[in-house]
């Protein structure tokens, strides 16, 4: 693949709510409880939206992603959650957790939507299983990509970033080229 390549933006992109609560309540009910919390599920999402973008053309959910602080989070996962609860799919409660605050999100229901398929359900598994067996503050610095280092904090990460991260190492020319892409295409000013 040519890393100088264009991309179109995200336009055409729409963010499908109802599949994002049915992709959160599917993480809730498959992910080991005692390591699924609030930066775990925010990299499961991104991890999952990014990989079926490159795979497929389009993101699983569509959702956008926030460059902030500890990585990438999904600018609609507070309203999901409020929604899932609202719903009865999910119950929401904090802990202690060395000192610190931990979100565990325990299904009140098994997961039974038909709005993911047999293959977005297997790559779901497969970034769970990768997220889950690392620690948040390891997942946190694995998201700290190129592609996050290139937006401003508490900017939107573009899908089409997503293809940088398959082209392999990323240049300083690389890096140029990404941010010329996102100036012309009124991502950037």
Known sequence: MNAHQTFEPDEGINFNFQKFCATIHYVASVAPSETLGRVKLHKILYFADMLNFLRTGSPLTGEDYLKQRFGPTARHLNKALRQLQSDGELQIR?????????????????YSSNELSADETALLDAVIDFVCS?????????????VWQMAQLGERIPYYMAYSLAAGEVT????????EEAIRHGLLS
């Open 134 to 146: 690392r620690t948040a503050n390891e997942i946190s610095e694995l998201s700290h990509s190129d």
């Open 172 to 179: 300083d020319e690389d890096r140029d080229w990404a941010g």
């Open 94 to 110: 904090t802990e202690d957790f060395h000192g610190l605050e931990k979100y565990v999100f325990e299904p009140l229901r098994g």
